[in-house]
């Protein structure tokens, strides 16, 4: 049986999925913990692993899992790869060449919190697997469609040819939403569709037609909607107040803004939703509040970009979880009057998306 395997290099994990060539799952797993508590799970296995556990030590035990498994290279026909951001290049799933790998190098100060561990992932891949195809697909594409107003930034002009733009992320489950909600409904895809990818990371996403048309992350993964540990959007005087007045140079400030803030800053209890909503402290509650208060006005100007709503679908583990997250914030939105019947919720599944442009670019 052919085989094509996704690997997805997160900022702490490297999950890995594995689909037949009629993309059926296969195998699921993932090192998690990299850089604190290294875990591998895959299946019924799981291990803890020596703290000093790296990546590129977790691709080997991934491959060789895949092996003792069943999964061997010769059976692999694709291996797909999660990319965080694609710049304004690539915009498609892209076979990956000695010449894409060193063009996707210079594209790193553009995400050097994300990029890093994918990049080194799949040149690693590339190495132990060198006789197989490798395909990059990346976050940022499916916003590619978005109008030019909406990737501008009010900054001089000068900035936006160096790549100073909003580029947008999650792109890769948004493209799985716009293929999954209509099998799942029987029904087309609504023509005005909102999708709120609610996660440890977060966002929203107006699509139009099927594309997208705008979305609440920008430049960075940092903006928009409030998420775990980060800001989301936040007023830029503060962050100069912040320079000036605490004294923070950039990597405290980066760590406040990514690492610190968000629902673990606002509740001072943790990034989990699951662990605030089990909470009864005021302060879970009052983070809970403010998250579901800011996702709905991230949604108002999204509707306006969209021109009026047809759905909302919720996805991520949050979206499709917490079921009280998703009422308030439909409640906050409840003067559009849009009927239960057209909130949807669809399971996030970024590495079916991948698996299947793998797959389709090989055959």
Known sequence: ??????????????????????????????????????????????????????????????????RNNGVKADSLIAVGHRIVHGGTRFVDPTLVSDDVQADLEKLRALAPLHL????????????????????????????????????????????YAKGYRRYGFHGLNYEHVVEALPQQTGRPLPRRLLAAHLGSGASM?????????????????????????????????????????EHLDIPQLEDLLYRKSGLLGLSGISSDMRVLLASDKP???????????????????????????????????VGEHAKPVREKIMAHLGW??????????????????IARAAGGLVA
């Open 1 to 66: 049986m052919a085989h094509i395997l996704v690997l997805n290099a997160g900022s702490s994990s490297l999950k890995f999925s594995v689909f037949d060539e009629w993309l059926g799952d296969v195998a699921r797993g993932q090192v998690s913990g990299i850089g604190t508590s290294p875990v591998f799970e895959a299946g019924s296995a799981r291990r803890d692993l020596p703290r000093d556990t790296a990546y590129l030590d977790g691709l080997s035990l991934v491959l060789d899992w895949l």
């Open 116 to 159: 890093p561990f994918g990049l080194g992932v799949l040149r690693e891949a590339r190495h132990q697997l060198p006789d197989i195809a490798h395909i990059a697909c990346f976050d940022t594409a499916f916003h590619a469609t978005q109008p030019a107003l909406a990737t501008m930034l009010p900054l001089p002009r000068s900035y």
């Open 283 to 317: 302060e879970a509650r009052e983070a809970i509040d403010y998250y579901c208060y800011s996702a709905a006005k991230h949604a108002g100007s999204l509707i306006t970009s969209l021109g009026g709503l047809d759905a909302v679908v919720f996805t991520g583990g």
């Open 205 to 245: 996403c107006a699509i139009l037609d099927g594309q997208s048309v705008g979305t609440t992350m920008g430049f960075s993964t940092a903006d928009g909607l409030v998420m775990g540990t980060r800001t989301g959007s936040i007023d830029p005087g503060v962050l100069v107040a912040l320079l000036r007045d």
């Open 336 to 353: 559009l009057g849009l009927p239960e019947t057209c909130v949807h919720v669809v399971p996030a599944n970024e590495e079916l998306t």
